[in-house]
């Protein structure tokens, strides 16, 4: 049936379905349908009616193609382009058994396949760790990491599954050409047949907890490692950095991991740690020490497998550059972290801060490169031969010539080829796209060869980009200065495209094959000229410009046929400049916004010859802007009015509209533009050499030196204690760094377990009208499905904290995309998911409500109402009073948790009274066992939850991991089978929750020197569709709003807003760094309105000691005014203070800012109950303590604290105490662990247990004597029968306060207090930033372990700087489904957007008179989060300086996140004005902020 392409889907009676196979083709011809079809529809299509639809397949009419249209699954912005690609007005759609796409091969083609591999061998062998490992039927649907996993190697991590996180992180070896090459590679994405007769190294095979491998060793003693999920990856990369070159600088060290992440550390102390192996810095300017390596790797590229091959062949010294040399003597490498170059002074050492002394290291052992594991010799002789596997829907080939590809493809043109499977295994894995046939071609020589000609470079299309780093180095030093221009923007695009792991298996000829609108390289290769060739056997051997290359979104002049066999990029020629660029959110590892790559070529007078203006980001694919190319041909270079003319040209060859997909039209316009500005002025002042380095230049780009830093280690302790207070490792350390350290998915599998997958909503707002899981059920390995009908009653299908208004499974109405409607159970986690993608899900939608103004607009409120003002105040009269009243509204967006470990559950059914174990990675093990209880219809007493550690937690598993956790409860109890589910990336973003994003409407009076008088706020969050914690967090932001500041009148109201987005929940802070962040928004307004400093505006209403908050509490121990002081002058301050206005004075395009930010944070749960406690500990007869406690283990380091405490209290060593795991049974009726108090609280239930103990041991101490060890201490009490277990207790004193009741008890038990500086830079013409230096204070009591709570400060500081300058959370507007759903599209900080200088110091000589907590400790897991908005108002100071050169006076209200779109505009100038777009009536943006 063909449609009226006017006429919607929906025109057919129904709305368009959730998914849809559409096929891409001119003229379709056949369509076969597979076994589960259910119908086929085709029609045509509007591009609006298929905003997500992919590009398709369809080559010859005899290989049938199908496509889903996924409505989420898409990545980046790359599908964005799509709607407006005209290519796309006819798709044929059908719709079958929600699938994910199928390349279907003809029985024919099959046959002429299998004739055509006869000869191919099936079986695949490599080695593991130097085992060796033959598969006879290798598994053609898994990737190497399933396969690592399957095997037991549970070390090696699931953090994304696309390549984004570095948490699957193995080191890959292969002998090639004589020489042993080395690279780190993400198992996540790496198919199983890329290893082939080549080494697999994982965490274990390196070393144990017992024998770390130094590179283990150093990062566990220098607290590299906190919930130690991400660090197996990052161990890896570091190790695979060493194989590949033993002696790297500190640049390549940093390098080695801009493809991980981790969320807890800060990063800090694995870069200290990585750097005890560098061997010099490598910094721009020259390390102190020698310069040769910096010379070999003058890119930063020391990493990978940078070959340095030409023409086929290695040149230099016999070694592959970096490739260890077995047959040299070790390095000695001394005990102690060493001074780099041995030079007292060396710029590694030497602080960034010269007042403070250099780091101390511990002591560890050498690194000798010869005790690595060692190559397995077989390998050496291993000849690649041609391999096929798999079945008929899924198969695998290897060829190993050019020529046995090209007959393949010729044979069956729908054959996938894989590359680096950096695309490929993206459209497998979230696309859903199953390609029949896939062919490998990273073994195939002829596809990774190297050609110096005398027109330029020649290169194999599959040759890894890392290898083309290499390549591009000696093409500069070849083509010399004259010839090299395209090969050094080629090489700046590099650095900056994707992480390590990506580039060294990622080809060019994937990129520009998959001919994404924004790849990177694909506008520099258009921009010079370069050329694509492609061969077939029937077509032979054609050439094709890349500027001809790109047809439309996502489709090229590639024959079906053909292959893509080499890139030739010519050499430069005189007169000619070349130019590449990229903004993307992050620095690392980021997809561009938009990029550019430039090429001018000019005659006599400056006369323009040649000129190529290509950009990436600003159309459905990379695009020449034409018109403007066309204008400045035969111009003058460098005369104004050509260049007023190019800019308006660029006007008409960008003309976005507002609502263009993919977002941000003003922004990429304005970089489009502002790229050409920076290419004009670049060749400009340097044709004319009239500009020096240090000019204030448009053109000149941030860069960050090498991270450095520095930590107080003097403790702000009484000396007294023999344990606490010393910088101890993480107990668990050598565990997590060695792989040992066990998580909910690496428990070891039950013969009958059942794997999980939920069915989630795809709608925001909508009646279910109907689930079909019959085609679901009829798959493979489907054991059930359960769903809300599978509970005990309705009423235990309602769960939530505070308020039981929450479903575990929909009913017959959702609420928001991504809640749970059922949940599918298989043998295996795939066929679980294949099956839950093929429930079908039949919806009627309804309106809904997305964001906070929305919200307010409909009056979208949950019941939850607080207020706090003081009884009698006459707020009226207050601001009548004041000399000025400011109004202003303050606005910051959500934060993902981002825990490296996603949320897990496994639930054991056992035959017996409803018993059951429910293993989760959970922060609250109590609530877990009291839903798991409640789901399966049995009291507390049967249930037992278990939590071992988690990979993170940051309150995002404080109450929504409870969720899932009953789900599990709910399906063991129906298939009396255990069940586990370890949510994907992509499912945890979309169900989870996330922090509330905030808004505030303010009103502050002031007097004319400064003096606040007072303050009326309206404060929303977003809760999302339920309540979950969103009352308490909000009132937490009321208690907060006032920062450190006395205000006499306060008048503040808290609501939380009912939207259609997924339930946001707890994350370290919980409202209090919103409510702040509020505060120091109109702090920053009231300033700037009053001309006066911000500092000093601080300074004036600082609360004085003794004084009351808003909420009535008497401020006590209040010791910000110092903490103040102390930093201001221990970070020099003022003099900084100077030199950045001084800067910003002489420099234009780019600014710097400067910001002292203080905070007070309120310590206890505000639900009074919560702030209890209990411990439990036994002392064996052979002296050994095993301690449990009610709190429980992510990361931050709670266990080793209490650990600490009990070792200290009883008198024994950390080694004699021993934590197994967070159970119920053992601990019953826990707090979750949150708020910063559980150190506090567990730790004085363990006082008072050990305090029980110690009382029945005191007649033994005094009758074996002050050296009696413990061993003896408890067999002679245990011979006397004398109880040596204890169940300590312990409630919070003093507090209690009541909402509404000003009279009431104090609301916090105290305040944790701090201070942090950070100085920024910024690119004005692009919103590019750095933070250069940071320092932080803060005053957390008497530590514990130093080294622990500097490891939170550090984490908080960077996760805090996350949340305010680049971490947004975007919903699609067309379908209310979460945009941002992994590392690809949501950007957490990386190891290089740390503070280039980050210093921490510790508040001490304080005497805490009112401190009555454990050691005289404070909380510090949440406080020094806001110090991270330190960087956000130093952006702000830079970008108001920025405002007024440009002449633009009005106030600056500043938005958080600070991300570079906001910086750019907030930098109004004339390029923005001119980007500028209006909406047109109804026109919306892309995406929604909620
Ligand atoms: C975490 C992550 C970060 C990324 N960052 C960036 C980035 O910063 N910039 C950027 O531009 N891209 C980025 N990408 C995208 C991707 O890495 C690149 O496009 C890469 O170059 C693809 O190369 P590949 O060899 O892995 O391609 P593959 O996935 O193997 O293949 C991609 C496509 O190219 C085809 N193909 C491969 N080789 C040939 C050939 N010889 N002839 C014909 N067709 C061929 C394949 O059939 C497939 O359609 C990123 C991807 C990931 C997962
Ligand atoms: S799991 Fe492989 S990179 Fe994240
Ligand atoms: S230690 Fe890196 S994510 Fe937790």
């Given at each position: 049936?063909?449609?009226?392409?006017?006429?919607?889907?929906?025109?057919?009676?129904?709305?368009?379905?959730?998914?849809?196979?559409?096929?891409?083709?001119?003229?379709?011809?056949?369509?076969?349908?597979?076994?589960?079809?259910?119908?086929?529809?085709?029609?045509?299509?509007?591009?609006?009616?298929?905003?997500?639809?992919?590009?398709?397949?369809?080559?010859?009419?005899?290989?049938?193609?199908?496509?889903?249209?996924?409505?989420t699954g898409m990545r980046g912005n790359l599908f964005a382009a799509l709607s407006t690609d005209p290519s796309y007005d006819r798709v044929l759609l059908h719709q079958h058994d929600n699938q994910h796409t199928s390349t279907m091969v003809t029985a024919d083609t099959q046959a002429a396949l299998a004739a055509l591999t006869a000869t191919y061998t099936s079986t695949l062998s490599f080695y593991l760790n130097a085992q060796r490992v033959s598969l006879e039927v290798p598994d053609p649907t898994i990737t190497l990491l399933e396969y690592i996993r399957s095997t037991g190697l549970t070390g090696t991590k699931l953090g994304c599954a696309e390549g984004g996180c570095g948490a699957c992180t193995v080191l890959v070896q292969s002998w090639e050409d004589g020489k042993v090459v080395s690279k780190s590679v993400n198992a996540c994405?790496?198919?199983?047949?890329?290893?082939?007769?080549?080494?697999?190294?994982?965490?274990?095979?390196?070393?144990?907890?017992?024998?770390?491998?130094?590179?283990?060793?150093?990062?566990?003693?220098?607290?590299?490692?906190?919930?130690?999920?991400?660090?197996?990856?990052?161990?890896?990369?570091?190790?695979?950095?060493?194989?590949?070159?033993?002696?790297?600088?500190?640049?390549?060290?940093?390098?080695?991991?801009?493809?991980?992440?981790?969320?807890?550390?800060?990063?800090?102390?694995?870069?200290?740690?990585?750097?005890?192996?560098?061997?010099?810095?490598?910094?721009?300017?020259?390390?102190?020490?020698?310069?040769?390596?910096?010379?070999?790797?003058?890119?930063?590229?020391?990493?990978?497998?940078?070959?340095?091959?030409?023409?086929?062949?290695?040149?230099?010294?016999?070694?592959?550059?970096?490739?260890?040399?077995?047959?040299?003597?070790?390095?000695?490498?001394?005990?102690t972290a060493p001074s780099p170059c041995g030079k007292t002074n060396c710029c590694r050492t030497t602080p960034s801060n010269p007042k403070q002394p250099p780091p101390s290291t511990p002591t560890f052992a050498p690194y000798e490169p010869s005790k690595d594991l060692a190559f397995p010799a077989k390998l050496k002789s291993f000849t690649p031969s041609a391999l096929a596997f798999g079945t008929p829907t899924r198969r695998w080939l290897r060829p190993?010539?050019?020529?046995?590809?090209?007959?393949?493809?010729?044979?069956?043109?729908?054959?996938?080829?894989?590359?680096?499977?950096?695309?490929?295994?993206?459209?497998?894995?979230?696309?859903?796209?199953?390609?029949?046939?896939?062919v490998y071609t990273g073994d195939i020589p002829e596809l990774r060869t190297v050609e110096f000609t005398e027109d330029g470079l020649v290169i194999g299309a599959n040759i890894t980009l890392s290898s083309l780093e290499g390549v591009l180095d000696e093409a500069c030093e070849h083509f010399a200065e004259k010839g090299s221009a395209p090969y050094r923007a080629l090489l700046k695009t590099l650095r900056g495209f994707a992480g390590r792991q990506i580039r060294n298996v990622a080809t060019p000829a994937g990129n520009i094959a998959t001919a994404?609108?924004?790849?990177?390289?694909?506008?520099?290769?258009?921009?010079?000229?370069?050329?694509?060739?492609?061969?077939?056997?029937?077509?032979?051997?054609?050439e094709c410009y890349?500027?001809?290359?790109?047809?439309?979104?996502?489709?090229?002049?590639?024959?079906?046929?053909?292959?893509?066999?080499?890139?030739?990029?010519?050499?430069?020629?005189?007169?000619?400049?070349?130019?590449?660029?990229?903004?993307?959110?992050?620095?690392?590892?980021?997809?561009?916004?938009?990029?550019?790559?430039?090429?001018?070529?000019?005659?006599?007078?400056?006369?323009?010859?040649?000129?190529?203006?290509?950009?990436?980001?600003?159309?459905?694919?990379?695009?020449?802007?034409?018109?403007?190319?066309?204008?400045?041909?035969?111009k003058v270079w460098g005369e104004k009015d050509v260049l007023e003319g190019a800019m308006k040209s660029l006007e008409e060859d960008f003309n976005l509209p507002f609502g263009v997909p993919g977002g941000m039209p003003i922004y990429r316009k304005s970089l489009a533009f502002s790229?050409?500005?920076?290419?004009?002025?670049?060749?400009?002042?340097?044709?004319?050499?009239?500009?020096?380095?240090?000019?204030?230049?448009?053109?000149?780009?941030?860069?960050?030196?090498?991270?450095?830093?520095?930590?107080?280690?003097?403790?702000?302790?009484?000396?007294?204690?023999?344990?606490?207070?010393?910088?101890?490792?993480?107990?668990?350390?050598?565990?997590?760094?060695?792989?040992?350290?066990?998580?909910?998915?690496?428990l070891p599998r039950f013969s009958n377990e059942l794997y999980g997958c939920l069915v989630l909503s795809t709608k925001a707002h909508a009646k279910i009208v109907r689930v079909d899981t019959d085609a679901a059920l009829d798959m493979s390995g489907v054991a059930g499905y359960v769903d809300h009908t599978d509970l005990p009653s309705p009423e235990a299908n309602w769960w939530g904290a505070p308020r039981c208004d929450e479903v575990f499974f929909a009913v017959d109405e959702v609420f928001c995309a991504g809640q749970p409607i059922g949940f599918i159970l298989a043998d295996t986690k795939a066929h679980a998911q294949a099956a839950a993608r093929a429930v079908v899900v039949e919806y009627e939608e309804l309106p809904a409500i997305f964001t906070m103004e929305e919200a307010i607009a409909q009056d979208s409120f949950f019941a939850h109402y607080r207020f706090i003002k003081r009884d009698g105040d006459d707020m009226d009269g207050a601001f009548a009073k004041a000399d000025h009243v400011f109004e202003g509204v303050a606005r910051m967006g959500g934060q993902e948790h981002f825990y490296l470990e996603t949320n897990a559950a496994m639930a054991v059914w056992k035959p017996e009274d409803g018993e059951m174990d429910v293993y989760s990675s959970t922060q609250n093990p109590t609530e877990t066992q009291t839903y798991a209880a409640k789901v399966t219809g049995v009291p507390a007493n049967r249930v037992v939850c278990k939590v071992k550690r988690m990979g993170g937690g940051f309150g995002g598993k404080e109450t929504r991991s409870v969720q899932l956790s009953s789900i599990c409860a709910i399906a063991a109890k129906k298939m009396k089978r255990p069940v586990r589910c370890m949510l994907d990336r992509d499912e945890d973003m979309a169900t989870s929750g996330q922090r509330h994003p905030f808004l505030s409407r303010w009103k502050v009076g002031v007097n004319n020197d400064g003096k606040l008088v007072a303050l009326d706020a309206d404060v929303f969050c977003n809760g999302g569709w339920t309540q979950d914690l969103s009352g308490a967090i909000v009132e937490r932001a009321l208690s907060h709003i006032d920062n450190v500041y006395y205000i006499p009148h306060v008048n503040v109201r808290g609501r939380v807003c009912k939207t259609n987005i997924h339930s946001n929940t707890a994350f370290r802070g919980f409202g209090g760094p919103q409510g702040m962040f509020i505060c120091e928004s109109y702090m920053s307004e009231i300033?700037?309105?009053?001309?006066?400093?911000?500092?000093?505006?601080?300074?004036?209403?600082?609360?004085?000691?003794?004084?009351?908050?808003?909420?009535?509490?008497?401020?006590?121990?209040?010791?910000?005014?110092?903490?103040?002081?102390?930093?201001?002058?221990?970070?020099?301050?003022?003099?900084?203070?100077?030199?950045?206005?001084?800067?910003?004075?002489?420099?234009?395009?780019?600014?710097?800012?400067?910001?002292?930010?203080?905070?007070?944070?309120?310590?206890?749960?505000?639900?009074?109950?919560?702030?209890?406690?209990?411990?439990?500990?036994?002392?064996?007869?052979d002296g050994s303590i095993l301690l449990a406690h009610g709190g429980t283990e992510m990361g931050q380091g709670l266990h080793t604290k209490m650990c600490m405490v009990a070792a200290e209290e009883l008198g024994v060593t950390l080694e004699n105490v021993h934590i197994s795991e967070t159970a119920t049974n053992t601990v019953a009726n826990t707090s979750s662990t949150a708020a910063s108090a559980s150190s506090d609280l567990n730790g004085m239930a363990i006082k008072n247990a050990c305090d029980q103990i110690n009382e029945r041991l005191k007649p033994y101490r005094e009758k074996l004597g002050p050296d009696a060890t413990m061993k003896q201490l408890a067999t002679a009490a245990y011979f006397d029968r004398v109880n040596l277990s204890a169940n300590g207790f312990y409630k919070t004193p003093t507090i209690g306060y009541e909402w509404g009741n000003e009279n009431s008890k104090p609301m916090f038990f105290y305040f944790t207090q701090g201070a942090a500086i950070a100085e920024v830079e910024i690119d004005t013409l692009t919103g590019d930033w750095k933070c250069e230096r940071a320092d932080v204070k803060m005053d957390i009591g008497r530590t514990i372990n130093q080294a622990i709570d500097y490891g939170q400060i550090e984490g908080a500081f960077v996760q805090g700087m996350g949340l305010f300058t680049m971490e947004e959370s975007l919903w699609l507007r067309h379908n209310g489904n979460l945009f941002t759903k992994g590392p690809g599209a949501y950007k957490i900080p990386g190891f290089r957007d740390v503070p280039v200088s980050f210093n921490l110091s510790m508040l001490k000589g304080v005497p805490w008179k009112n401190l009555r907590t454990i050691q005289r400790s404070k909380g510090v897991g949440e406080p020094p989060l806001f110090m991270g908005s330190a960087v956000f108002f130093a952006m702000r100071d830079a970008i108001k300086s920025a405002r007024k050169d440009a002449g633009n006076t009005g106030l600056l209200a500043l938005h958080s996140p600070a991300t570079p779109e906001r910086i750019r505009l907030a930098c109004t100038d004339e390029i923005t004005e001119r980007a500028h777009v209006n909406a047109k009536e109804k026109e919306h943006n892309w995406f929604i902020q909620p």
């Open positions: 049936m063909i449609l009226d392409p006017r006429q919607s889907v929906a025109g057919m009676g129904h709305r368009l379905p959730t998914s849809w196979t559409h096929v891409h083709s001119e003229h379709p011809t056949r369509i076969q349908l597979p076994r589960t079809a259910l119908s086929v529809q085709p029609i045509t299509l509007w591009p609006d009616h298929l905003p997500h639809a992919r590009p398709l397949l369809s080559d010859k009419p005899s290989d049938i193609v199908y496509a889903l249209v996924s409505s994405i790496a198919p199983l047949i890329s290893v082939d007769g080549k080494h697999v190294v994982t965490v274990e095979g390196i070393g144990n907890s017992t024998a770390p491998h130094p590179v283990q060793e150093r990062i566990a003693k220098m607290h590299g490692s906190q919930c130690g999920f991400c660090t197996p990856g990052i161990v890896m990369s570091l190790y695979a950095l060493l194989q590949q070159n033993p002696e790297p600088t500190e640049a390549e060290v940093e390098e080695c991991w801009d493809g991980n992440l981790c969320r807890c550390t800060g990063y800090r102390p694995i870069l200290d740690a990585g750097k005890t192996f560098a061997t010099g810095c490598g910094r721009a300017g020259g390390c102190c020490r020698d310069q040769k390596k910096e010379d070999a790797h003058a890119n930063g590229n020391g990493n990978g497998d940078s070959t340095t091959v030409k023409n086929g062949e290695v040149d230099g010294d016999g070694l592959l550059d970096g490739e260890i040399d077995f047959t040299s003597k070790p390095k000695k490498v001394p005990t190993t010539t050019l020529d046995e590809l090209l007959k393949i493809k010729a044979i069956c043109p729908s054959a996938k080829i894989v590359g680096g499977s950096s695309e490929v295994q993206i459209e497998t894995k979230f696309k859903g796209v199953n390609f029949a046939v896939s994404s609108p924004i790849s990177d390289l694909n506008p520099v290769l258009m921009a010079t000229g370069s050329k694509v060739v492609m061969e077939s056997v029937n077509g032979g051997t054609s890349i500027r001809d290359f790109f047809k439309g979104y996502r489709s090229t002049a590639l024959e079906p046929e053909a292959v893509i066999t080499k890139l030739v990029i010519p050499a430069s020629k005189g007169g000619e400049w070349v130019q590449s660029y990229k903004q993307a959110k992050r620095k690392d590892d980021d997809i561009a916004i938009v990029n550019a790559g430039m090429r001018v070529r000019l005659g006599g007078g400056y006369v323009v010859e040649e000129i190529d203006l290509c950009y990436g980001g600003m159309a459905p694919t990379t695009v020449a802007s034409k018109k403007t190319m066309a204008f400045l041909k035969g790229f050409f500005f920076k290419f004009w002025s670049e060749v400009t002042t340097t044709m004319t050499g009239t500009a020096s380095e240090d000019d204030d230049l448009p053109h000149a780009e941030i860069t960050r030196n090498i991270s450095a830093g520095w930590r107080d280690e003097e403790i702000p302790n009484d000396g007294n204690n023999a344990i606490v207070g010393k910088p101890l490792p993480h107990v668990a350390a050598l565990k997590q760094v060695t792989g040992e350290a066990q998580y909910i998915d690496d300033a700037d309105q009053l001309n006066m400093s911000v500092d000093k505006l601080r300074e004036i209403n600082f609360y004085k000691e003794g004084q009351k908050t808003h909420f009535n509490q008497v401020l006590e121990d209040f010791h910000v005014p110092q903490i103040y002081e102390q930093i201001k002058v221990e970070a020099d301050y003022d003099e900084r203070r100077k030199a950045v206005d001084e800067f910003n004075k002489t420099h234009r395009w780019r600014k710097r800012g400067l910001a002292l930010i203080p905070t007070k944070f309120g310590i206890s749960f505000t639900a009074l109950f919560l702030n209890q406690a209990g411990a439990l500990v036994h002392i064996y007869h």
